[in-house]
């Protein structure tokens, strides 16, 4: 394997089946850009019945995600990463909705790794010591919003994350400058044919052919965020 690398930790493998035969996914792994890889935390559980969540200590309502079978799945991949020289600048992620946010800054640093594992989080929540014991490196939401479980949100996170590896987009102009790259500040209004529609038409500087007035007028123009 080459490029970035991918991981996916996940009691419901089947989930992501369709996103990674996707156009834009399908292309880059085709050429080797980036890929990916799903992997069953269940298969990591020891006892014949692949148990991975019980009861919380202290007592609390929803069972919790266990810390062994994520820490094997977690130490393998890794293992085999560093084993065969595919990969040294390693992350993993655990989705949570008591992580910090998923900002346009974060993922265009794990965009700069070679490797990121993505734990799914689910249940009410996952034991404590995946965090203190290093297992992964840092939890992350998506929103204020609370999801039935991590699946969405790695699709939200590997989606950020790969549209910047160089090559992935095409045509790699298509992201700069594009919105969330300052903070407060979203992207501007655009337009594309008819010049009229109902009541409404297309503003003339941008039909002007003026590339100064137009610049300006998206600079006025850009929606904040929030």
């Not at 699946?151 to 910047?164: F, K, M, N």
């Amino acid at each position: 394997m080459s490029g970035m690398q991918i991981a996916l930790f996940t009691l419901f493998p089947h989930f992501f089946d369709s996103f990674f035969e996707q156009s834009l996914w399908a292309k880059a792994v085709d050429k080797k850009l980036i890929s990916f890889s799903v992997i069953d935390i269940r298969q990591y559980a020891t006892d014949k019945h692949q148990v991975t969540d019980d009861r919380p200590f202290g007592g609390g309502p929803g069972m919790i995600m266990k810390v062994e079978p994520i820490d094997r799945a977690v130490s393998q991949w890794k293992e085999q990463l560093l084993s065969n020289n595919t990969a040294t600048r390693i992350q993993t992620v655990l989705t949570s909705a008591t992580g910090v946010d998923c900002t346009q800054e974060r993922v265009r640093s794990l965009a700069q790794l070679d490797a990121v594992g993505i734990v799914c989080g689910h249940y009410g929540g996952v034991d404590e010591r995946v965090l203190e014991l290093g297992i992964v490196d840092q939890e992350i939401r998506v929103g204020s919003a609370v999801l039935s479980g991590g699946e969405p949100a790695a699709i939200y996170i590997t989606d950020a994350v790969s549209r910047l590896v160089p090559g992935f987009m095409g045509n790699q102009q298509s992201i700069i400058g594009e919105s969330h790259d300052e903070p407060g500040l979203g992207g501007y209004p655009q337009y594309t044919r008819p010049e009229v529609y109902k009541t409404k038409s297309v503003p003339e500087v941008l039909k002007s052919g003026n590339h100064a007035e137009i610049k300006a007028w998206k600079e006025q123009h850009r929606k904040k965020l929030g």
